[in-house]
């Protein structure tokens, strides 16, 4: 019984390690952007960025099947799978960004993208944006400065951390401003530490606002905090980590929208579908300054298994054009949900791009007082309408609508019909 594994779980598991819902169902597969539970009962997974090509992919299956059959080991021995991700791995990004290390996991790239910074520019400061999540290792974790993730983020930081007000355009204190506030902001806090002697080595931002809800960043945002840190010798790095890969539909990757090239950028996610794969790239000048370091080394990173794991998820990427499907499938959705907003005021705004959106829930569209506990029951009412959504930002006034990328028309509309169906009822 349901009942009886949860328990169980909650025995071994410590209360920090949340589920989602009060009574979570218990799932026993996955089904492209569907998952079933142990009833039977089909949901429609509007959540879940990491399985970009959806669940259970049976080319993912045999390719994985396949290759434990025949070799698994580590990349200090060299393997074609391993050359022939990274290849196409940086084909994927700009001439520059030529140097691939492999690891498993966002955090890992992301603390990796910080060593990267630190042993490139011999300086320990980051800028960070306030309402951002990068990961739970040592220097992810300082950077992290959500407090949703976090209620004591701000409070604990680092005196290496300095953080510049959230790029948020619907909710920062700049509202109604003229957006190029935020970036213009953000860089006389780095020229201001460059005069006081202590310049950033780096800054690390999200190159789309995920953790605030999916917020696009502020036109030429990116473009001027990155040459303020770069005029005093500082590198920027880009947390694709949520971001890349398709799912915003017209770009693949964030930083195309902003307009800049980053030095060094963390991916993971949704390039191992599930699987546990993270890479950071960046280029040959700032790679070699991590030779002084001694010898960089990851067991499982960059494995023949996770090597064609990642060929494999960009090859179906490819062959079902699922970025394409992105952008489709996702202007229509917004444009559904934009008009429940014409009929339900608790609607404040549909931020995002692609198939990645956020529904922001208000109480007021004036004062904007989020409806977190609104919101929380609204998915729970969901739930059992067979949609799994959940709340984000630090608010968790925001549904993070980030399914599958193979999301269809009926899909979108299934899930919109049942969000009307609970606004209209009430929670
Ligand atoms: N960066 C961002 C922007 C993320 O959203 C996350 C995970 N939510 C991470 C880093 C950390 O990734 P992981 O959970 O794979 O360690």
């Given at each position: 019984?349901p009942?009886?594994?949860?328990?169980?779980?909650?025995?071994?598991?410590?209360?920090?390690?949340?589920h989602y819902f009060d009574e979570p169902p218990v799932i026993v597969r996955g089904w492209k952007q569907y998952l079933i539970d142990a009833d039977a009962r089909v949901y429609l997974d509007v959540l879940n960025?990491?399985t970009?090509?959806g669940h259970a992919?049976?080319?993912?299956?045999?390719?994985?099947?396949?290759?434990?059959?025949?070799?698994?080991?580590?990349?200090?021995?060299?393997?074609?799978?391993?050359?022939?991700?990274?290849?196409?791995?940086?084909?994927?990004?700009?001439?520059?960004?030529?140097?691939?290390?492999?690891?498993?996991?966002?955090?890992?790239?992301?603390?990796?993208?910080?060593?990267?910074?630190?042993?490139?520019?011999?300086?320990?400061?980051?800028?960070?944006?306030?309402?951002?999540?990068?990961?739970?290792?040592?220097?992810?974790?300082?950077?992290?400065?959500?407090?949703?993730?976090?209620?004591?983020?701000?409070?604990?930081?680092?005196?290496?951390?300095?953080?510049?007000?959230?790029?948020?355009?619907?909710?920062?204190?700049?509202?109604?401003?003229?957006?190029?506030?935020?970036?213009?902001?953000?860089?006389?806090?780095?020229?201001?530490?460059?005069?006081?002697?202590?310049?950033?080595?780096?800054?690390?931002?999200?190159?789309?606002?995920?953790?605030?809800?999916?917020?696009?960043?502020?036109?030429?945002?990116?473009?001027?905090?990155?040459?303020?840190?770069?005029?005093?010798?500082?590198?920027?790095?880009?947390?694709?980590?949520?971001?890349?890969?398709?799912?915003?539909?017209?770009?693949?990757?964030?930083?195309?929208?902003?307009?800049?090239?980053?030095?060094?950028?963390?991916?993971?996610?949704?390039?191992?579908?599930?699987?546990?794969?993270?890479?950071?790239?960046?280029?040959?000048?700032?790679?070699?300054?991590?030779?002084?370091?001694?010898?960089?080394?990851?067991?499982?990173?960059?494995?023949?298994?996770?090597?064609?794991?990642?060929?494999?998820?960009?090859?179906?990427?490819?062959?079902?054009?699922?970025?394409?499907?992105?952008?489709?499938v996702?202007?229509?959705l917004?444009?559904r949900l934009?008009?429940l907003?014409?009929?339900?005021?608790?609607?404040?705004?549909?931020?995002?791009?692609?198939l990645?959106l956020?529904l922001?829930?208000?109480?007021?569209?004036?004062?904007?007082?989020?409806?977190?506990?609104?919101t929380e029951a609204i998915c729970e009412r969901l739930r059992e309408l067979g949609v799994i959504v959940q709340p984000?930002?630090?608010?968790?006034?925001?549904l993070k609508i980030k399914p599958p990328?193979c999301l269809t028309v009926a899909d979108a509309d299934a899930f919109v019909d049942r969000l009307d169906e609970v606004l209209t009822s009430g929670w």
């Amino acid at each position: 019984a349901p009942g009886d594994l949860l328990a169980r779980r909650d025995r071994t598991f410590a209360s920090v390690q949340e589920h989602y819902f009060d009574e979570p169902p218990v799932i026993v597969r996955g089904w492209k952007q569907y998952l079933i539970d142990a009833d039977a009962r089909v949901y429609l997974d509007v959540l879940n960025n990491v399985t970009a090509i959806g669940h259970a992919h049976p080319r993912l299956a045999s390719v994985v099947a396949r290759q434990l059959r025949t070799l698994n080991t580590n990349s200090r021995f060299n393997y074609p799978a391993v050359v022939e991700f990274s290849e196409r791995l940086t084909a994927l990004l700009p001439d520059d960004l030529d140097t691939v290390f492999l690891v498993n996991s966002g955090s890992e790239a992301v603390e990796l993208a910080l060593r990267l910074a630190r042993a490139a520019t011999d300086r320990e400061g980051v800028l960070a944006m306030r309402e951002a999540y990068h990961g739970w290792t040592g220097l992810a974790d300082a950077v992290s400065t959500s407090i949703a993730d976090n209620p004591q983020a701000l409070a604990t930081r680092p005196g290496w951390v300095h953080t510049v007000e959230s790029p948020n355009s619907y909710r920062g204190t700049h509202r109604g401003a003229e957006a190029s506030v935020y970036g213009l902001e953000a860089a006389a806090e780095v020229h201001r530490l460059a005069a006081e002697g202590t310049p950033v080595g780096a800054v690390i931002a999200e190159t789309f606002y995920g953790n605030a809800g999916g917020i696009p960043l502020p036109d030429g945002y990116l473009e001027a905090v990155y040459a303020a840190v770069r005029e005093h010798g500082g590198v920027a790095i880009a947390d694709e980590v949520q971001v890349g890969y398709g799912r915003l539909g017209e770009w693949f990757w964030g930083f195309e929208q902003q307009g800049v090239v980053p030095d060094i950028v963390a991916v993971a996610k949704a390039m191992g579908n599930g699987h546990p794969l993270g890479a950071v790239v960046t280029t040959r000048a700032i790679a070699d300054r991590f030779r002084t370091q001694g010898y960089f080394f990851s067991s499982a990173g960059g494995s023949p298994v996770s090597c064609v794991v990642g060929l494999t998820v960009l090859d179906v990427l490819r062959d079902e054009r699922l970025q394409e499907n992105a952008t489709i499938v996702g202007a229509h959705l917004a444009r559904r949900l934009r008009e429940l907003g014409d009929r339900h005021p608790l609607v404040g705004a549909v931020h995002g791009s692609g198939l990645y959106l956020g529904l922001e829930f208000v109480r007021d569209r004036d004062t904007l007082e989020p409806a977190t506990e609104e919101t929380e029951a609204i998915c729970e009412r969901l739930r059992e309408l067979g949609v799994i959504v959940q709340p984000t930002s630090d608010r968790q006034c925001v549904l993070k609508i980030k399914p599958p990328l193979c999301l269809t028309v009926a899909d979108a509309d299934a899930f919109v019909d049942r969000l009307d169906e609970v606004l209209t009822s009430g929670w």
